[in-house]
């Protein structure tokens, strides 16, 4: 959840949306997002629309929090009208979503069911930090709907942790995992952070080596991003730590795949692994295949019929909006059919399902035939008329997508 809003057109008081978006809604999949915007430190990578107890000001609290979210969710039924829209999946991030007590997560979940009624078998998930959690709290999760959760581990290493400002100790991500089990959850993530500043090669086979080891059925793992205004780039900037290497972050990638593929995960996208089709995250298979979402809290993107808007981004602006009657929504903007196009090509060639060869623009055939020689694209679902990556393909997926986005 970006930090900085985009520019857009102004969006109305009564979260109307436009016509179109409301065209055919129903017939795609659609799910909710929740943003819980507290966390009790800052990690000094993030640039997240997040807010310390220091940084929240008035008008905003933790205590109030789920009153406010569930308006939005109510305001989201009136603003959808009367269509049948069964929730798939529902993923609450942030921020730290279990930094609000299990019960509130709860009732925001209770209220989605309420308007819009959740489909057998919704994946429901939240995000947690190690530390934000206990075996308790877990088993008031599961005892709520939660079925699915994803920590953040990042690391297993203690000094590659203190770089990300992370507060939780090596082997705590592990412990959570296995709490989570006895809780009930079948389905868990761990989050990792490759090409850290400081962390060798050693360092980051001993994180996947123990993210293994703690047996989820998920795992995801992001290079490092180095975002303008952190404290980390403010860091690296000053020549306290150097900037993350992209041939390193390369190798670390491919250091990943070869040993979640060993242990019997496999690839469904770019930065994610499963160890079977149930693990896959669900919800984020509804954002990258074209699927409606209504995202509530601060700074929340939602996207319905090629509709998308973007929430008030402070807590309290966000809570006076709700208060008031009105929409907490900042801005929106129209996709055309050419945005959406790009779109959908961005995402579903990063999966492994790839992307159809019959919906490729004519005027890219060339690079198309170019990446298929040079060993971007796997032969076998070419020839049956897919575009899925090789191994080398993910790595220059970006650059791949630059060349074929018209």
């Known amino acids: 959840m970006p930090s900085t809003l985009p520019d857009g057109d102004p969006a ?23 943003h819980v915007p507290f966390c009790v430190t800052r990690c000094g990578y993030c640039d997240f629309n997040t807010y310390t107890a220091s940084e929240l000001g008035p008008g905003a609290s933790h205590r109030d929090y789920a009153d406010t979210a ?8 009136r603003v959808l009208g009367d269509a049948d829209l069964p929730v798939e999946t529902v993923f609450f991030g942030g921020g730290t979503p279990t930094l609000l007590p299990a019960r509130d997560l709860a009732r925001i ?4 069911d309420e308007e819009f009624g959740l489909q057998p078998h919704a994946e429901v998930t939240t995000e947690a930090n190690p530390e934000s959690v206990d075996p308790k709290y877990l088993e008031e999760l599961r005892e709520g709907g939660f079925n699915r959760v994803s920590f953040g581990m990042q690391s297993a290493k203690e000094h590659v942790l203190q770089i990300l400002d992370r507060q939780h100790t090596p082997g705590r991500a592990a412990q959570a995992v296995k709490e989570a089990r006895n809780a009930g959850f079948d389905h868990v993530n761990l989050d990792l952070i490759y090409s850290t500043p400081g962390e060798s090669d050693d360092d980051w086979r001993a994180s996947l080596e123990a993210a293994i080891a703690a047996e989820p059925d998920h795992v995801s793992a992001y290079s490092l991003i180095v975002e303008d205004g952190t404290k980390l780039a403010a860091r690296i900037r000053r020549g ?4 993350p290497d992209d041939d390193v972050a390369a190798e670390r990638y491919l250091m990943a795949d070869e040993l979640l593929s060993g242990a019997g995960f496999a690839w469904y996208e770019v930065s994610n692994w499963a160890t079977s089709e149930a693990g896959q995250c669900r919800h984020n298979l509804l954002y990258w295949t074209g699927g409606d979402w209504w995202a509530v809290g601060p700074g929340a993107h939602s996207h319905v019929g090629g509709t998308r808007w973007w929430n008030v981004k402070h807590p309290a602006a966000y809570a006076q909006r709700l208060a008031g009657g009105a929409s907490p929504a900042h801005a929106r903007e129209e996709l055309t059919a050419a945005d959406r196009r790009v779109e959908r090509l961005m995402l579903e060639l990063r999966l492994s399902s790839g992307f159809p060869l019959a919906d490729v623009d004519p005027s890219v055939r060339t690079a198309v035939a170019q990446a298929l020689g040079t060993g971007l694209l796997q032969p076998e679902p070419f020839k049956q008329g897919r575009m899925v990556l090789t191994l080398q393909g993910r790595l220059l997926a970006d650059a791949l997508i630059r060349d074929l986005a018209v």
């Open 109 to 112: 979940l209770g209220a989605i």
């Open 12 to 34: 109305p008081a009564s979260g109307e949306l436009p016509a179109s978006a409301l065209d055919g809604l129903g017939e795609r999949p659609f799910g909710f997002y929740v």
């Open 240 to 243: 306290e730590l150097p900037m």
């Open 70 to 77: 569930i308006e939005e969710v109510r305001l989201a039924r």
